[in-house]
């Protein structure tokens, strides 16, 4: 079996967590949950690196609709409670 990373490859559990830099726990709740890319072969979990670089590259698009603040940061509390004021 190849070890090799190509684009046509299927990752196992721990590849897929290896290729996110996650644990296995984390990446396996979402797949139960269909939250990402996954299919069962035989009772385990496996993923197509295409699909796992396609739902890399659709969770960092911005949402439409969505006015962030540019900064890709959360506003602070002091800020969030001088907005409130004004309201």
Known sequence: ???STNEGEIL???QGADYLKVTQR???RPAA???IP?????GVWRFSRVDIDGWIEQQSRPVPGHAG???GKRP???GDQE???QC
């Open 83 to 85: 907005e409130r004021k």
């Open 12 to 14: 196992t559990i721990g």
């Open 26 to 28: 984390t990446i396996y």
């Open 1 to 3: 079996m190849s070890t």
């Open 69 to 71: 603040n540019g900064t």
């Open 38 to 42: 996954a299919f069962g072969v035989g």
């Open 76 to 78: 602070s509390d002091k």
């Open 33 to 35: 949950a269909k939250e």
